[in-house]
């Protein structure tokens, strides 16, 4: 079975809390995630928090929202992704990150498209030679085999590996069967665009990007990139916080 496993926790270092702070229309990122999420019929949405007691609010605002909680380990989320997919019997994994509110719609599909047609351990899209997860644009999800996650736990005990899910395997590509897709011909050599979440000022800015949008959800990766040349200001503060926040 295929579902999405949206990794989540409230704890983050340099903005606590920023996936729950009212961002649009007083929802949460995390609550217009799961909208989006929604609209794609017969797949499951999983939420894989930490077990500890202050990610208890997770279950509460999510408690009509027709999805599954897993709770797990908090610095393993290796182990975590891994325990949540087998509780589940979830064999095909769509990670999605919950700070990306522009998750593109049409990329989430082509994603879950290839991986519904391919044997690949692990299928992300390629961007100016990057793994998308490595960028700061925000835009897509990766997909991953429960099977690979535990050939990581197998291979490797490195505390890097078990933190960040499938750099081991984007790392270590010999041993998987990975494949790759292509982003947009518009986004070729750019590296101005910036619409992850980690600091206040990504919150604060992408929230005004956000809520400057007539359909904000469903806009298109090649629409916002229109969009923000004409607002060179934004595009500004966006390199700023890409050279303090390097991945």
């Known amino acids: 079975m295929i579902a999405f496993i949206i990794q989540a926790r409230v704890g983050s270092t340099r903005l606590p809390n920023k996936i729950l702070l009212p961002f649009y229309k007083e929802k949460s990122i995390l609550e217009l995630l799961v909208e989006k999420l929604s609209s794609f019929s017969g797949i ?7 077990a500890n007691s202050e990610n208890d609010v997770l279950e509460t605002v ?22 949540a997919a087998q509780y589940y019997g979830v064999d095909k994994i769509i990670r999605i990150c919950s700070d990306n509110p522009f998750l593109e719609k049409n990329s989430i599909n082509l994603l879950v498209q290839e991986a519904k047609r391919t044997n690949a351990d692990y299928i992300s899209f390629n961007i100016n030679g990057k793994p998308s997860i490595k960028t700061h644009f925000g835009f897509w999800t990766e997909f991953v085999t429960l099977k690979a996650l ?3 736990q197998a291979m490797t005990n490195e505390s890097l590996y078990h933190e960040h899910v499938t750099n081991y395997i984007y790392t270590h590509p010999e041993n998987f069967n990975i494949k790759w897709l292509q982003g947009p011909d518009e986004l070729n050599g750019r590296t101005d665009i910036r619409l992850t979440i980690d600091t206040e000022k990504d919150f604060r800015t992408i929230q005004k990007i956000y809520t400057s949008l007539t359909d904000p959800a ?8 229109f969009f923000l040349e ?13 050279i303090k926040n390097e991945k």
């Open 218 to 225: 469903n806009i298109t990766i090649s629409e916002i990139a």
């Open 62 to 83: 999510l408690k009509d929202k027709n999805t599954h909680i897993f709770r797990g380990c908090e610095n393993d989320v290796l182990d975590r992704f891994v325990q």
């Open 44 to 50: 499951p949405i999983i939420i894989a928090a930490p």
């Open 150 to 152: 535990l050939q990581i």
């Open 230 to 242: 004409k607002h060179p200001d934004w595009l500004l503060s966006m390199q700023n916080e890409i």
